[in-house]
Nanobody, 121 residues
Framework: QVQLVESGGGLVQAGGSLRLSCAASGSIGSVRAMGWYRQAPGKQRELVATISGGGSTNYADSVKGRFTISRDNAKNTVYLQMNGLKPEDTAAYYC???????????????WGQGTQVTVSS
């Protein structure tokens, strides 16, 4: 089995910062892209940022210049540093990773359970 466990969410005032972490654990063969998505109440889940195994990054326009995604391949962990937070960033944030389980050939998507980020004005 493979699990993604997120941490680091919370309540912060507008303009503040938070750092999210997501660690993949279990029977992991290899990890390709990792990323963060978010879903606000009544809205669809949307991409926040992704990072490839080689370190190439992609960001939603709404977070460019404020959020930074990074990863530690040795720890199978992805991070999201969020600065300059705005009330519209309030959402449940979900970690995603494309993982091949040890002993298997195919990659598949795995999701974390979500961590809540609330930004007060």
């Amino acid at each position: 089995q493979v699990q993604l466990v997120e941490s680091g969410g919370g309540l912060v005032q507008a303009g503040g910062s938070l750092r999210l972490s997501c660690a993949a654990s279990g029977s992991i063969g290899s990890v390709r892209a990792m990323g963060w998505y978010r879903q606000a109440p009544g809205k669809q889940r949307e991409l926040v940022a992704t990072i490839s195994g080689g370190g190439s990054t992609n960001y939603a326009d709404s977070v460019k210049g404020r959020f930074t995604i990074s990863r530690d391949n040795a720890k199978n962990t992805v991070y999201l540093q969020m600065n300059g937070l705005k009330p519209e960033d309030t959402a449940a944030y979900y970690c995603n990773a494309l993982i091949r389980r040890a002993g298997y050939n195919a990659f598949r998507d795995y999701w974390g359970q979500g961590t809540q980020v609330t930004v007060s004005s």
